[in-house]
């Protein structure tokens, strides 16, 4: 069974940074990507961060500068970097991760609550 775990929300100031982890344990096979999602309060999810085997990292437009996506493939451990935070960044965050076992798998974490405050 595959879990991942997300870690490093929480309250911050705006402007202030934040890093979140999210460690993937369970048998994962030829892993295509990682990243994070994000759904603040009334609004759809949506993604904003991705890091794959074959083109490094991607972000959504408006997050390009302010945050930075990085992965460790030896932990199985995606980062998010949240640098310059705005109170629109208010929202859960989730990590996700594709595998190709058979058939593309997604799996996800429970998310991590990231509030700025102002």
């Known amino acids: 069974q595959v879990q991942l775990v997300e870690s490093g929300g929480g309250l911050v100031q705006t402007g202030g940074s934040l890093r979140l982890s999210c460690a993937a344990s369970g048998r994962l096979f030829n892993i295509i990507d990682m990243g994070w999602y994000r759904q603040a309060p009334g609004e759809e999810r949506e993604w904003i961060a991705g890091i794959n085997r074959d083109d490094g990292p991607n972000y959504l437009d408006s997050l390009k500068g302010r945050f930075i996506i990085s992965r460790d493939g030896a932990k199985n451990t995606v980062y998010l970097q949240m640098n310059s935070v705005i109170a629109e960044y208010t929202a859960l965050y989730s990590c996700?991760?594709?595998?190709?076992?058979?058939?593309?798998?997604?799996?996800w974490g429970q998310g991590t609550q990231v509030t700025v405050s102002s």
């Open positions: 996700y991760t594709r595998d190709s076992a058979f058939r593309i798998n997604t799996y």
